[in-house]
């Protein structure tokens, strides 16, 4: 099995985590920035999974379970205010949540 | 003892009045400032009688020291302390003598005034400042008074401030008369830089000595004293209402009318008449000085009298009559008749007060109604008012026997023969005579005799707080001249009389004296339509207006001064002020309060809520972080 170097699993997180960002900019939908954040943290994911194998320690993986429990919690609470908007605004439109302007 | 707690009377009742303002009811108040009057003109008689009884012809009294002033030559200490001669013991009994009555009189008009504490107040305070000022020992002290009189005279005319003619007013005499202080704050910077000296008494001492002896006054001397005294004849001018500084006068007739009278008539405009026979000294040794101010008396004069021949307005002739008769007491002083000049400045005080509050009473009877083109008849209807406002005019005319006879023939006797003046203005106050008998038929025509030109009920005021007032006003109007003034211990002549070889001719007293009478028969026969009740002739109702010839309305505008300083220094001063609204300083200020919107703007600008606008910030923000960290 070959080894895949780090600096290529650094840019593919880094790939993943830019399209993640974009995502959350430019999409409206709130369902969608919630995905492209998790595709977000996915590739901070792999970075640490990248790091913990060129420098084979376990705390890469470690980390990973951590952020994947954040993530799971994140959702859950992030797809319960999703429904609280949607039954208050009826749309997920998240420039509709701009009361807080100076 | 008495001298130093006399301006304190005033200024107690004044604190009083202030401090409890409204609380107080009309009797209170009025008893209070009343009351403070009556003391301190008791305290004046008492004075008086002090003073003419002592040996020495001065009392004085040192209350505490104030500071020290020090040039080159010597340290001066200035002094809060009165000095009570002949001079200052006249000013004093005219102040609160005719101020009392004044205070009782304007007690009785000013009652349904809702700020009647305020006024009365601020009449204490005036008479305060007044006393200040003429028994100040020092020059210094008598700036203070000087300014007290200016404030009250500005917070007086503006009393009903609501109106915006009246606050107009109250500026222009406030700013006109500061023109002339300034001029007599440099001339006293003047005086003591080049005399070391502010106390009156010394300055004049040391002036005489020097002048009266062998040497003499150096040149640079001369040329100080020439400057001084005419910087002094600034001061004076201002306060006084003489040509240049005269037009702000008739306006501050905008007053309540017992102000009027007693500021704008009877006390506050002579200061300027107090302040050179005070300094006598330095002028009689200006003797060019001496002229112009004998020039300026004579010119006001007539000009005044020819405006007040024009005016529609009662106060306003009676504002224009003031001017001339403190022209006539400038034109004794110049002439060096100094004590005529201050027993016409007395005599003037009773008549003119009583004038005025009689016009007061006859204004409040017509409900405000000032327009003499609009009275009329009311010889029939206010007869004791028409009495009273006739023993003012004849005194004002100057009818033998009665007071302004006296003091204005005084006056006239001088002038033919005084080194500085001469036959020309002895001419010029006999034309001034004959104006003055011309306006006063004219208004008492207008006003007392001919048709009822008003339609209202006459609102008749019985207040026997007013009528004692008048009543004592036009006894002391009629034997006012009775009085006889020794002022000689107070003025110093610079040599004994000489022989005079030049016989003045023997008709001038003759014309003095008949130049009333004629001015009387002319208006009697000029004004003949003012005087005749029309109704009677024809049956129809005339209306009389005012002349409308152009000369009238150029009188009536008291001879185009005021457009004239309108155009010459209010205008160019505008266009500057507005030429300069973009300055340096404005515009710094300016970008300042630019930059700060600014940023506020840009700040709500970023503050705009959504969400997402604000993850592209922080990104941004992070990725120039890194990027500068990786440079």
Known sequence: MTTIPLFHVLVLSSLLFAIGFIGVVARKNTLFILMSLEVMLNAVGVAFIGAGSAWQQADGQVMFILILTLAAA???????????????????????????RG | ??????????????????????????????????????????????????????????????????????SQQRMAEVNVSFYLDGLSAVMISVVSGVGFLIHLFAAAYMKDDANFSRFMAYMNLFIVAMLILVLADNLVLLYLGWEGVGLCSFLLIGFWYQEQANVLAARKAFIVTRIGDTSMAIGLFWLFSSFGELNITAVSELIRGVGSSEIGFSLQESTDIYWIALLLLGGAVGKSAQLPLQTWLPDAMAGPTPVSALIHAATMVTAGVYLIARMHS???????????????????????????????????????????????????????????????????????????????????????????????????????????????????????????????????????????????????????????????????????????????????????????????????????????LDLSEVFFKIKAEELISVNEPS???????????????????????????????????????????????????????????????????QLLAKLNRRDFIDQTMMSTAWYVGLWHDVMTMIQNGNLRWYLAAFGL???????????
Request: proline share 2%; with cysteine.
């Open chain 2, 282 to 484: 330095v002028f009689l040794f200006a003797p060019e000085v001496m002229n112009y101010v004998a020039w300026l008396g004579a010119i006001t004069l007539l000009l005044a009298g020819l405006a007040a021949l024009a005016q529609t307005d009662i106060k306003r002739v009676l504002a224009y009559s003031t001017m001339s008769q403190i022209g006539y007491m400038m034109l004794a002083l110049g002439a060096g008749a100094w004590s005529a000049g201050v027993f016409h400045l007395m005599t003037h005080a009773f008549f003119k007060a009583l004038l005025f509050l009689t016009a007061g009473a006859v204004i409040l009877a017509l409900h405000h109604q000032q327009n003499i083109f609009k009275m009329g008849g009311l010889l029939k209807r206010l007869p004791f008012e028409s009495a009273l406002f006739v023993v003012g005019l004849i005194c004002l005319m100057a009818l033998p026997g009665t007071s302004g006879f006296f003091s204005k023939e005084a006056i006239i006797a001088e002038l033919w023969l005084s080194t500085t003046a001469g036959p020309a203005l002895w001419w010029c106050a006999i034309i001034g005579a004959l104006l003055t008998s011309i306006y006063s038929c004219r208004l008492f025509f207008l006003a007392f005799l001919g048709n009822e030109r008003f339609t209202e009920k006459l609102h008749i005021e019985k207040a026997s707080l007013m009528r004692s007032a008048l009543l004592i006003l036009a006894l002391l109007s009629l034997f006012g001249g009775l009085i006889s």
């Open chain 1, 74 to 100: 994140e959702v859950a609470v992030g797809l319960a205010l999703l429904i609280r908007m949607q039954k208050k605004y009826r749309s997920l439109d998240i420039d509709l949540l701009n009361e807080m």
């Open chain 2, 1 to 70: 003892m008495l001298l130093a707690s006399l301006p304190f009377y005033p200024l107690v009742s004044f604190l009083l009045l202030i401090l409890f303002a409204k609380r107080l009811s009309w009797r209170l108040a009025s008893a209070i400032s009343v009351g403070a009057m009556a003391l301190t003109a008791l305290v004046s008689g008492l004075l008086v009688f002090e003073l003419s009884n002592s040996s020495s012809h001065f009392i004085s009294v040192d209350l505490w020291h104030w500071f020290s002033l020090s």
């Open chain 2, 621 to 631: 923000a992070i990725m120039t972080l890194i990027g500068v960290s990786i440079l």
């Open chain 2, 507 to 573: 008709w001038l007293h003759t014309i003095a004296i008949a130049t009333p009478f004629v001015g009387i028969l002319f208006s009697w026969f000029y004004f003949k339509n003012y005087r005749v009740d029309s109704n009677l002739e024809d049956g129809v109702k005339t209306n009389l207006t005012a002349s409308e010839h152009r000369f009238a309305i150029f009188c009536r505008n008291g001879l185009g001064f005021d457009s004239l300083y309108d155009v010459l220094l209010i205008k160019p001063y």
